[in-house]
T-cell receptor, first 115, second 114 residues
Framework: DTAVSQTPKYLVTQMGNDKSIKCEQN?????MYWYKQDSKKFLKIMFS???????INETVPNRFSPKSPDKAHLNLHINSLELGDSAVYFC??????????????FGSGTQLSVL | AQKITQTQPGMFVQEKEAVTLDCTYD???????LFWYKQPSSGEMIFLIY??????QNATEGRYSLNFQKARKSANLVISASQLGDSAMYFC???????????FGQGTRLTINP
């Protein structure tokens, strides 16, 4: 039973298209995140939600819009895809939003390739 | 602001040897947490070990231990008796109570040679 599951695993699309990535966690956690891993493997936070409320938005272009219908789900919609959006997108969750010991549980990642 | 630095882009080690992956951090907070994650070629992020800033003992989890030197602001990962399956990217990360996020270092690619 997968704790954090995201779909699709691979997404290949043309420039200018709109696409969505879905994420669900069955851990009962309050907080969910989207991280982007670039071609150099650097991981950077994009967004964080706590109980459906947006709490972190890290200077991400507004073509990226997260949506959290409930605390177990966090989706990422991307409009007008650009070549530079090609990356691996990870969904993650943690039990609480605060706490130095709150580790992240990651989904398996979505490899987005924009052609 | 938090900052995590991993200065070794790549490491090559013979199987069964011990390996140390370096991590230094910078924070003005007294309370913080340090984490290591492994990312094999299959891509998933696997949690390995955690060290709290107030923990007096170095954390250990099986073959993994964390060499925590608070005054030097370093949190190196030690893998004992390396195995071929240890070949992967390794990320050091830090979290302080107020930041509400995990900040990652650049990663180190570890290759274990038979």
């Amino acid at each position: 039973d997968t704790a954090v599951s995201q779909t699709p695993k691979y997404l290949v699309t043309q420039m200018g298209n709109d696409k969505s990535i879905k994420c669900e966690q069955n851990l009962g956690h309050d907080t969910m995140y989207w991280y982007k891993q670039d071609s150099k493997k650097f991981l950077k936070i994009m967004f964080s939600y706590n109980n459906k409320e947006l709490i972190i938005n890290e200077t991400v272009p507004n073509r990226f819009s997260p949506k959290s219908p409930d605390k177990a789900h966090l989706n990422l919609h991307i409009n007008s895809l650009e070549l530079g959006d090609s990356a691996v997108y990870f969904c993650a969750s943690s039990r609480l939003r605060r706490g130095a010991n709150e580790k992240l549980f990651f989904g398996s990642g979505t490899q987005l390739s924009v052609l | 602001a938090q900052k995590i630095t991993q200065t070794q882009p790549g490491m090559f080690v013979q199987e069964k040897e011990a390996v140390t992956l370096d991590c230094t951090y910078d924070t003005s907070d007294q309370s913080y947490g340090l984490f290591w994650y492994k990312q094999p070629s299959s891509g998933e992020m696997i949690f390995l070990i955690y060290q709290g800033s107030y923990d007096e003992q170095n954390a250990t989890e099986g073959r993994y231990s964390l060499n925590f030197q608070k005054a030097r602001k370093s949190a190196n990962l030690v893998i004992s008796a390396s195995q071929l399956g240890d070949s992967a990217m390794y990320f050091c990360a830090m979290r302080d109570p107020g930041a509400q996020k995990l900040v990652f270092g650049q990663g180190t690619r570890l290759t274990i040679n038979p």
